[in-house]
């Protein structure tokens, strides 16, 4: 059975995901034609043609859309070998960085970090909050090892990811004295598009806000919007956990079509990094739960 190497599976899914050789290169710091060259024995060992390079942009062939997924399971099964196999020959990290987003709330949270405590008391603990874009990059740069977000439809091919058990639940909010709140019927679109939104930005990715957005007002995180929207300057949708441990009734639910939601969370890791035995435990444990 052919071997083949991680680095040039993992130079394959870079490649899918960024549309080109050369930005898969500039991403995983190597040339262009070592990551071609990767590619290309991958090829010969699978012997299938994985890229069509009849242009200068070179795009997946029907035998490489098939095998993406199929690679991609492979790294995600490589993640969780290397993160059993440390936390059985030991080797505990000095320190632990978790991102967390606001949307996560878990009424088991207290109970896992009382355990992990008490397993590592002696390991430097760091939480750190962030949202959307911030948590990847945070996750990409290494600052931080372990993130909880909402749940992205897709991630970079270096972020692995797992889906936590528990939802959250967001909602449509005003303050009482904005005229949203008044209102006794159904908002419509149109309604909600007349009043400033107060959304999500980001302060660490570079994601400008998109058009619509323009005239509307944005913080990082939903700590500080749930403090521009109890100020009235605007509409947001936030966590009911927040609203209804920080507003102090300052509030008003809006109704609207598909709200309140209930969104799903994602712990999500760096597959450039092996996390440590504590930072494995803590995932393992989170994603555990029923």
């Not at 995901?17 to 090829?43: C, H, P, Y």
């Not at 969780?80 to 949307?103: H, I, M, N, P, Y």
């Amino acid at each position: 059975m052919t071997q083949h190497s991680p680095e040039a599976l993992i130079a394959f899914v870079e490649a899918a995901m960024l549309g080109s050789f050369s930005a898969a290169a500039r991403k995983l710091g190597k040339s262009q034609s070592t990551v071609s060259g990767a590619i290309a024995n991958l090829e010969a060992d699978l012997g299938v043609v994985l890229f069509d390079r009849s242009s200068r942009k070179p795009g997946l062939t029907e035998h490489g859309r098939l095998l993406l997924g199929r690679v991609q399971d492979i790294l995600a099964a490589t993640d969780r070998l290397d993160r059993s196999a440390l936390q059985l020959t030991g080797g505990l990290e000095s320190r632990l960085t978790v991102v967390l987003s606001d949307t996560y709330y878990s009424v088991h949270y207290e109970e896992i970090m009382q355990a992990f405590e008490q397993r590592y008391p002696d390991l430097a603990f760091e939480c750190v909050i962030a949202e959307g874009a911030d948590v990847l990059a945070l996750i990409q740069s290494g600052r931080a090892q372990i993130g909880l977000l909402q749940a992205q439809d897709e991630y970079p091919p270096d972020i692995g990811s797992a889906l936590i058990s528990e939802r959250s639940e967001i909602g449509l909010y005003a303050a009482k004295s904005h005229p949203l709140a008044g209102h006794a019927g159904t908002l419509t679109a149109e309604q909600l598009a007349a009043h400033r939104q107060i959304s999500l930005g980001t302060a660490i990715a570079d994601q400008p806000p998109r058009p619509s957005e323009q005239r509307g007002w944005s913080a990082p995180g939903y700590l500080m919007m749930l403090e521009m929207t109890t100020m009235g300057f605007g509409w947001a949708a936030l966590p009911k956990w927040m609203v209804t441990r920080f507003a102090n009734d300052r509030l008003a639910p809006l109704k609207a079509r598909g709200w309140p939601r209930h969104v799903r969370v994602d712990a999500v890791w760096s597959r450039q990094r092996t996390l440590g035995p504590a930072g494995g435990w803590l995932l393992e444990t989170m994603l555990a739960l029923e």
